[in-house]
């Protein structure tokens, strides 16, 4: 017997390439569950499904920044946090360091989505019960009906898993001109946003207060505590964006409608912005 679940969950996270470096995704996650019936002639209630299994991916990937294997740097744990070195691109850089529990390690040679997939069943199999056989877990983004980018960021005044550095999500854009879309404008933020860290400037600090990680001359770098912890990251400076606000889809949606506002103070500007899947913000300008 198959027991299926669509849509169970959404896994909002960054995940580190060695050509693009911090990448923000969104992925859908579909589930079958294999097995015979028990004593309730079900493979599984429901409720557990979607309560269990959901806290388990929660709890391993969802809000963090996945590592995998084959990563072109250097990941050291120690006494409860990751510091991570690393190189992409054309000789890009990213340095971070955070409490352990913002960072997922992925077997495997890169971040995928078989790779995530293998990992997922390897801690979700162990709490199911014996009557469970096996899993099948598909990853898919949302069905894009605009122009979408990549972006990570980290929220210090969050009081969940929003505050931890690098985390992202793939994002669609709509921008509307006196009540029309406007294709055009999408498209050009989306392009500039791709693969983007959008940082806070407020959070920015001198790469000699780094206490962690070590800067190249060409980094931005940024820090804060929050409830969870300290965090620290030194990145780039061209694979960032600086804005004057914090990086919730709130404060972004209202910076892009002013930003568009600016460049036709004539017309009615409409923005919105979405945080990974089926959620967002609206602003107007």
């Known amino acids: 017997m198959i027991l299926f679940v669509d849509a169970l969950t959404v896994i909002d996270f960054s995940f580190l390439c060695n050509k693009r470096g911090a990448v923000g995704e969104s992925w859908i996650v579909d589930m079958t569950l294999h097995g015979q019936l028990n004593d309730e002639s079900m493979v599984l209630d429901f409720a ?56 997922c390690l992925i077997e495997g040679e890169e971040v995928t989505e078989q790779t995530v997939i293998e990992f997922l069943k390897s801690v979700i199999m162990p709490n199911m019960p014996s009557n469970v056989k096996d899993i099948g877990i598909e990853l898919r983004p949302e069905r894009s009906e605009s122009f979408y980018y990549h972006y990570s960021h980290g929220l210090k005044k969050h009081d969940g898993n ?5 985390h992202g999500h793939r994002s669609q854009i709509g921008v509307f001109v006196d009540g029309m879309k406007h294709p055009r404008l999408q498209k050009e933020w989306s392009s500039k946003w791709q693969d983007i860290y959008l940082g806070t400037r407020e959070d920015i600090i001198q790469s000699t207060e780094l206490k962690f990680v070590t800067a190249k001359e060409s980094d931005i770098c940024f820090a804060y505590e929050s409830t969870q912890g300290y965090f620290e990251l030194a990145i780039s400076e061209t694979r960032c964006d600086i804005l004057p606000c914090d990086t919730t889809v709130e404060c972004i949606a209202e910076y892009l409608a002013e930003q568009i506002k600016q460049q036709m103070p004539d017309k009615a500007i409409t923005v919105k912005a979405y945080e990974g899947v089926g959620k967002g913000a609206i602003a107007h300008a």
Request: charged letters at 30%; proline letters at 2%.
């Open 162 to 166: 929003c505050q931890r550095i690098i």
């Open 48 to 103: 557990l499904v979607k309560k269990q299994i959901k806290r388990i991916i929660d709890e391993t990937i969802d809000h963090k920044l996945a590592v995998a294997k084959g990563l072109n740097g250097d990941v050291k744990i120690e006494k409860g946090r990751v510091e991570l070195d690393c190189h992409f691109g054309d000789a890009n850089h990213l340095a971070m360091s955070a409490p352990q529990e913002a960072v």
